[in-house]
Structures are given as structure tokens and as C-alpha cells.
């Protein structure tokens, strides 16, 4: 079944779009036919780490900018929605997901312990077990509820690094690789 394709990226804090898990993400979802748009969140508070009053407010913010951004999309115009988010955009993807019922797959790198407020069933979960934003077990527990596929990265930090470059890159091809299955699995859908 042929038809239009769209893919948003949802980017972290401090991790845009043009970083290795997303400008990867992209390249993939262009590769299977997908249009793809950025989301900016402008700039938002920082130091929000630990802190759930500036975690609550960039989320506000992270969101109603990608609100205001997507508001001229026609998400019924689409065969197949997929969205690509990063850290505190997991949550903002899945609370708009959830607010929009756009249908859409998902791809969550490093979701926060916040984004399983308003994730759904559908998508696939990366996350490493150095990464001081969320606890594994917690990411583990939540996935398993919804049954999220969940790849866990001994010792990556919360950018899916450990600091060994040539491991780094590995880590990277193996997220890439089951990013590029989930994708080709749900645009045939």
C-alpha cells in the first residue's frame, strides 16, 4: 500500500536533531519513504535534571512548541505516522500522541520515568543502564505493562555512550539496526 509518510523528531535537552541517535533516526526514516520534521522547543530552562518543578516546566514549554509547530499537520492525510523521540521528548511525543491519537509508531531513546504517564503500546525503547535520568528496573518494569520491545545497553549513559568511542559505535549500529527493523515492521503495517 503506497501513500504519504511522515516522521517527527522530537529531540531532548541539549540533544538535537543533527546528534548521532536522531540524525541516524532520520536518515532511516527518509530511507523508508518518510517526510520528516523537527521539532524545536526553543530554549528551555536548564539544570532540570532532579528538579520537578523545571522538569514540569520544560515539558509545558517542549510541548506547546511542538504543538504550535505540527498545528498545520494533517496527521489523517498520512498512511503511517512514526514518531522519533529522545529523553524529555519521549514524553512530549507521547503526551501529544495520546492527545492527538495520530496512531503513530514510536522510537523512544532514553525515555524519562516521566513518559510512561502517556505511552502507549506501540513503539520500541532503548535505554542503558549508566543513565542517571531514569532506573533500568523502572524502564524495565514500565516497558514489560505495555509490552514495549526494550533494548537495554549495559553501562550507556543517558546518551547511549559509555565512553569508549569504538564500543560507542557499536552500540550505535546495533540501535540503528533495530531502529531500521522497527521501522521497515511498521510501515508495512
Given amino acids: 500500500m503506497e501513500g504519504k509518510k511522515i516522521a517527527v523528531i522530537f529531540p531532548g535537552v541539549g540533544y538535537h536533531a543533527d546528534k548521532p541517535l536522531l540524525y541516524y ?19 528551555l530552562p536548564s539544570g532540570i535534571k532532579g528538579n520537578p518543578e523545571l522538569m514540569r516546566a520544560a515539558y509545558e514549554q517542549a510541548l506547546g512548541h511542538a504543538q504550535d509547530q505540527l498545528a498545520g499537520v494533517e496527521f489523517g492525510a498520512y498512511r503511517r505516522v512514526l514518531f522519533v523521540s529522545k ?7 507521547a503526551s501529544y500522541d495520546k492527545q492527538k491519537q495520530t496512531g503513530a509508531g514510536h522510537v523512544y531513546y532514553t525515555p524519562v520515568e516521566a513518559s510512561f504517564q502517556n505511552m502507549g503500546t506501540e513503539g520500541i525503547v532503548f535505554h ?12 524495565k ?12 545497553t549495559e553501562c550507556a549513559n543517558h546518551s547511549m555512550e559509555t565512553g569508549d568511542v569504538l564500543r560507542d559505535l557499536d552500540i550505535l549500529r546495533t540501535i540503528m539496526g533495530e531502529t531500521d527493523r522497527y ?6 503495517m
Fill in 141 to 152: 518494569r514500565e516497558c514489560a505493562k505495555r509490552g514495549l520491545p526494550l533494548f537495554v
Fill in 87 to 93: 529523553s524529555i521528548g519521549t514524553i512530549v511525543a
Fill in 128 to 139: 542503558g543502564t549508566g543513565d542517571d535520568w531514569a532506573g533500568t528496573e523502572v524502564i
Fill in 25 to 43: 533516526s532520520r536518515k532511516l526514516a527518509a530511507r523508508h519513504g518518510y517526510e520528516v520534521v523537527c521539532v524545536d522547543y526553543g530554549q
Fill in 183 to 188: 521501522i521497515r515492521e511498521f510501515t508495512r
